[in-house]
């Protein structure tokens, strides 16, 4: 798993790269997380969020759901900050931990 951010004053966008470690296809992925200080998400592409108390929710789209093994899906969003753009560090991709 890959996180890239990009920050400017009080706003950011961030690319996430989910590659399938295992050895069955995903049939559907969701990754979950939650943002160190308080950061929201405003937009997102080629993914669905869902943001809540507990975190962050993050599904695939209709279309990238699928991932063989050793295969990459790529999905992003914007948001804001306030103050540092501190990266997530604790993500779980269909119930299992993920650096």
Wanted: overall charge neutral; glycine content about 14%; some cysteine.
């Amino acid at each position: 798993m890959a996180y890239t951010a990009n920050s400017w004053n009080s706003g950011f966008t961030a690319s996430v790269t989910l590659t399938n470690t295992g050895t069955a296809a995903w049939t559907g992925w969701t990754l979950r997380f939650n943002f160190a200080n308080g950061q929201r998400i405003t937009s997102n592409w080629d993914s669905v969020v869902q943001p809540s108390a507990d975190g962050i929710t993050i599904t695939n789209a209709s279309w990238n759901g699928n991932v063989a093994p050793g295969g990459s899906v790529v999905f992003g969003f914007q948001g804001t900050h306030s103050g540092t753009n501190t990266n997530p560090t604790a993500f779980t991709v269909n119930g299992v931990g993920c650096t």
